[in-house]
């Protein structure tokens, strides 16, 4: 079973339309190890049993613990698993991610996913650069960053390069040191802010894996949202037409906004993650969900 259709990347690489990221398998915040180790475990071997064939990691997630359960829970892996990582990004001891590319830290950031995955070579390496404003920049110019892992590509470290977190004139400079196989930034259902990066991205036959695809958690009904900015959470007449769309297909909100990522163009690979088995299984499930041209148009006017 293939999720969603496939979509190769670099031309080369085939990949399942729907995939699993890995961002929520450590503890709070994205720190220490998880609650309850066994269920994270059984998550990553549940995915690749329902045909899920792209895992979104970073060692920076625990530090270590997503790569760590993914080594214990998978390898050695199928042979048509692609496994995509971030660098540039270090913790701090407030559990912050901060940017640390300039090239030794690449390199060594390179050289640790490789040791942790259990692996000769990785298969998609993000370069995560912060031009959607979540991370501050580094003081390395963002050439030399990316020229870095273009060389560690060319020793055969990496197969393919991405790119994290940047504007279309960063993905154009970037494409005259290196081929870019995949770019991901923030984007979803409420968050359009990356929709001039997708266009390119779709010009280009470059991937684009929107994080944070179920709207970090936002979509959830009943959700607490006192707390948060204004304008951040749905809105009462949102999440009408959320809801509308998900009973005319007994579906739930989260399964909308998936099916809605994977109609919005072709080059989306979605990556939802979870720590839940019954999530899992209800992500997955979405990439079944067809939505109608005016269930479409609803979604795109929200």
């Given at each position: 079973?293939?999720?969603?259709g496939?979509?190769?990347?670099?031309?080369?690489?085939?990949?399942?339309?729907?995939?699993y990221?890995?961002?929520?398998?450590?503890?709070?915040?994205?720190?220490?190890?998880?609650?309850?180790?066994?269920?994270?475990?059984?998550?990553?071997?549940?995915?690749?049993?329902?045909?899920?064939?792209?895992?979104?990691?970073?060692?920076?997630?625990?530090?270590?613990?997503?790569?760590?359960?993914?080594?214990?829970?998978?390898?050695?892996?199928?042979d048509?698993?692609?496994?995509?990582?971030?660098?540039?990004?270090?913790?701090d001891?407030?559990?912050?991610?901060?940017?640390?590319?300039r090239p030794?830290e690449?390199?060594?950031?390179?050289?640790?996913?490789?040791?942790?995955?259990?692996?000769?070579?990785?298969?998609l390496?993000?370069?995560r650069?912060?031009g959607?404003?979540?991370?501050?920049?580094?003081?390395?110019?963002?050439?030399?960053?990316?020229?870095?892992?273009?060389e560690?590509?060319?020793?055969g470290?990496?197969?393919?390069?991405?790119?994290?977190?940047v504007?279309?004139?960063?993905?154009?400079?970037?494409?005259?040191?290196?081929?870019?196989?995949?770019?991901?930034?923030?984007?979803h259902?409420?968050?359009?802010?990356?929709?001039?990066?997708?266009?390119?991205?779709?010009?280009?036959?470059?991937?684009?894996?929107?994080?944070?695809?179920?709207?970090?958690?936002?979509?959830?009904?009943?959700?607490?949202?006192?707390?948060?900015?204004?304008?951040?959470?749905?809105?009462?007449?949102?999440?009408?037409?959320?809801?509308?769309?998900?009973?005319?297909?007994?579906?739930?909100?989260?399964?909308?906004?998936?099916?809605?990522?994977?109609?919005?163009?072709?080059?989306?690979?979605?990556?939802?993650?979870?720590?839940?088995?019954?999530?899992?299984?209800?992500?997955?499930?979405?990439?079944?969900?067809?939505?109608?041209?005016?269930?479409?148009?609803?979604?795109?006017?929200?």
């Amino acid at each position: 079973m293939t999720l969603g259709g496939l979509l190769r990347l670099g031309g080369e690489l085939a990949v399942g339309r729907l995939g699993y990221g890995a961002m929520q398998l450590p503890g709070p915040q994205v720190g220490g190890p998880p609650a309850d180790r066994d269920a994270a475990l059984a998550v990553l071997r549940r995915a690749v049993e329902l045909g899920v064939t792209h895992i979104d990691t970073s060692d920076a997630y625990g530090p270590h613990v997503a790569n760590d359960l993914i080594k214990q829970a998978l390898h050695p892996y199928p042979d048509d698993l692609v496994i995509a990582t971030k660098v540039g990004i270090a913790r701090d001891e407030w559990r912050s991610f901060n940017a640390a590319a300039r090239p030794a830290e690449l390199r060594e950031q390179v050289e640790e996913n490789l040791a942790r995955l259990g692996r000769a070579r990785l298969d998609l390496v993000y370069l995560r650069v912060g031009g959607d404003g979540l991370l501050h920049p580094d003081e390395t110019p963002f050439a030399e960053s990316f020229a870095a892992l273009a060389e560690l590509r060319e020793r055969g470290l990496i197969r393919h390069l991405g790119l994290s977190g940047v504007t279309v004139e960063q993905l154009k400079e970037a494409r005259e040191i290196a081929p870019v196989a995949a770019v991901q930034n923030r984007y979803h259902l409420l968050d359009r802010g990356a929709e001039d990066v997708l266009r390119a991205c779709a010009e280009q036959g470059v991937a684009f894996v929107p994080y944070f695809p179920l709207s970090a958690g936002l979509l959830k009904p009943g959700l607490d949202t006192s707390r948060l900015p204004p304008g951040m959470a749905p809105t009462a007449a949102q999440e009408r037409t959320l809801d509308a769309v998900a009973a005319r297909h007994g579906a739930t909100r989260p399964q909308v906004a998936l099916a809605w990522l994977l109609a919005r163009s072709p080059v989306v690979l979605a990556i939802p993650g979870t720590g839940s088995p019954a999530h899992l299984e209800e992500n997955v499930a979405a990439a079944g969900l067809r939505l109608t041209p005016d269930d479409q148009a609803a979604l795109d006017a929200l």
